[in-house]
């Protein structure tokens, strides 16, 4: 995508932006040992309520539920199975929430939680609910704070990290700006810790970044997805049209200010995906795979056609209706990504059938597609 501004103006844009989304990472906001730094949240929430008290809607995306949960249920570290994360969760969200209600209250502003899942960005009808409540919210003049529903979150369907779960956030309200708050200051060529490392100021095209050592969690061990994720959720919110900017927590309020500090990820140009699209492109892993013959390649990638089952040729996995899958060529490269139709036991009965045979002999219901157009979306190798 295309970029053609400069960096004074990228900043301007953060300067200006009359609505914002701010995520905050675990941390930045918890001790050591595993409880909530005040002084942090008190801070945060000072000059988050500064930028509102001019006039621009905040909406916070706040990470720190499972590491606040881990002091006061007297663990001795970052419990490592699900179900004891889930607890440490819950415990932590309604602490953090009370610190934040009673930090924003001190500026006569409501705090509000919300916790969402993947389905709620997902499908179409939680999509508008989540969209409405969180824009009623900003109306009453509310500050939002969305974090991932974790104590009913598993594995298998969870956004797992708050960078990308803060860039569709972005992408949903149509933010003018994203602001990734960590404990670092910025992006770095390499590892910050080692020496040399050099700050990188601003990126506009992914190739900016060829090169550049992207690790994971900091030394600290309570953050989740390191720069891997913030740099894909820049992507994300960047691709969207939304500007980002990662840097520390305390370098928020010159951040917010439009000064030269972090690293500023230039927004892109181009016609803005819908959020079903950039959550299959960015934020999903195929459950399985389809195999496509030649003819149903093109007509995916060129004609943005939906897959009908005459064009699949082999089916791998054990996914079930409503998964996404993985749409690869012969050769085994990943062409595309869709919510598919059918569970994978169903489809070699389809496989090679033209669609009209199948509703003769099946029934009417065999008609649909294997995945259908709106819920498809092609991968970069596919672009190229
Ligand atoms: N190239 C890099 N530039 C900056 N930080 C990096 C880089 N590679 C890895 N990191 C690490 O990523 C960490 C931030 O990620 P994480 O711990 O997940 O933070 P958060 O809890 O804020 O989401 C930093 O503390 C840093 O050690
Ligand atoms: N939802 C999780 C945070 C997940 C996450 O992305 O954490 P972080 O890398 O610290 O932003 C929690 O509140 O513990």
């Given at each position: ?117 993947v389905e709620?960005?997902m499908r ?30 598993t594995h298998e369907i ?118 079903r699209?950039?959550w299959l492109?960015?934020?999903t892993a195929g459950r399985g795979s389809v195999v496509l013959d030649?003819?149903a390649v093109?007509a995916v ?5 939906s897959l009908l089952p005459a064009g699949v040729v082999k089916v791998e996995g054990d996914f079930t209706a409503g998964d996404p899958v993985d749409l690869c060529d012969e050769d085994g490269r990943v062409v595309a990504r869709g919510l598919v139709n059918y569970d994978a036991a169903e489809i070699p009965e389809l496989m090679g059938r033209s669609t009209?045979w199948l509703a003769?002999e099946l029934g009417?219901e065999y008609e649909r597609e294997i995945v259908h157009r709106d819920d498809l979306v092609?991968l ?5």
């Open positions: 995508m295309q970029n053609a501004s400069s960096p004074a103006q990228d900043r301007a844009e953060l300067a200006g932006a009359g609505r914002i989304v701010v995520k905050v990472g675990s941390s930045s906001l918890t001790t050591p040992d595993g409880h909530i730094d005040r002084e942090r949240i008190r801070d945060l929430a000072d000059v988050l309520a500064e930028r509102r008290a001019a006039g621009t809607e905040i909406v916070l995306v706040s990470s720190g539920a499972m590491a606040a949960g881990i002091g006061p249920m007297g663990l001795p570290a970052r419990p490592r199975d699900l179900a004891t994360q889930q607890a440490a969760a819950s415990v932590g969200q309604g602490l953090l929430i009370a610190h934040y209600t009673r930090a924003f209250a001190g500026h006569g502003l409501t705090a509000a939680q919300v916790l969402l899942t709620d960005l179409r009808v939680q999509h508008r609910n989540a969209r409405r409540a969180l824009r009623r919210l900003l109306d009453i003049g509310a500050v939002p704070i969305i974090n991932e529903n974790d104590t009913v979150a969870r956004f797992g990290d708050n960078d990308r779960l803060a860039a569709l956030v972005a992408h949903l309200l149509r933010a003018d700006a994203l602001l990734l708050l960590s404990d670092v200051d910025a992006l770095y060529d390499d590892d910050p810790a080692r020496p040399g490392a050099r700050r990188i100021a601003r990126v506009v095209d992914p190739r900016d970044l060829d090169g550049v050592a992207v690790g994971s969690a900091g030394r600290r061990g309570v953050g989740t997805g390191g720069m891997v994720t913030k740099v894909e959720s820049a992507r994300i919110a960047t691709e969207a049209g939304v500007p980002t900017v990662l840097t520390s927590a305390a370098n928020a309020r010159a951040a917010l200010a439009g000064e030269q500090v972090g690293t500023l990820f230039a927004a892109g140009t181009g016609r803005r995906p819908s959020t699209q950039l492109a960015h934020a030649p003819g093109r990638v060129r004609e943005h056609a009209r003769r009417p092609l970069s190798a596919a672009e190229r």
